[in-house]
């Protein structure tokens, strides 16, 4: 009985690409637990985006230190994905993507998971966005390409290949 419905809500999913889901949990404490570091780590990066004037007045490079540029000296394919989210709050979309390209593919994925979270907590409901496997896998070969490609400009940067 129970695979017969999985197999009728799998059917429905390849048609309906946007559904409206039940939160299941049961009270704030709950949703604090699933949902409280996610969104308290989108809160702050926020709060930065709003006072800081460019990507650069953050004091990311102060507090935190990439474990792979202090191994390699090299940037590593997140590096600069805050200063990228404080540019696109400020819309200056060009430096976003100077800054990192990848957060053209991020950005969107956090905004979608801080929308989910928060409806879930006030409404119980929640939206819920069914990529097909072959949308997933673009993306996955669109971020390991830019990964790649960037580390590889690094290298060739810092030994004058090219």
């Known amino acids: 009985m129970v695979h017969a419905e999985a197999r009728t809500y799998l059917n429905i999913m390849k048609h ?7 939160a ?8 604090f637990s699933k949902f409280g570091f996610e969104f ?3 809160f702050l990066i926020f709060f ?3 006072f800081a004037s460019r990507p650069e007045d953050i004091p990311a490079n102060r507090l935190f230190n990439c474990p792979f ?8 394919p997140g590096c600069g994905l805050t200063r990228a989210f404080i ?7 060009a430096e976003a993507f100077r800054l990192n390209a990848l957060s053209y593919i991020i950005v969107p994925f956090f905004l979608y998971r801080l929308l989910r979270s928060f409806t879930a907590g006030i409404f119980r409901k ?3 966005i069914y990529l097909p496997v072959q949308a997933i896998i673009v993306i996955i070969l669109i971020g390991a390409v830019y ?10 940067m810092r030994f004058h290949l090219f």
């Open 16 to 22: 309906n690409l946007i559904s409206i889901q039940t």
């Open 24 to 31: 299941k949990f049961a009270g704030w404490k709950e949703w």
């Open 69 to 76: 540029k202090s191994i390699t000296g090299l940037d590593c």
């Open 87 to 93: 540019a696109i709050c400020h819309a200056n979309f």
């Open 48 to 50: 930065f985006a709003i």
């Open 126 to 128: 929640y939206l819920e």
């Open 147 to 156: 990964a790649f490609g960037r580390i590889a400009l690094e290298i060739g």
């Open 40 to 42: 308290a780590v989108f």
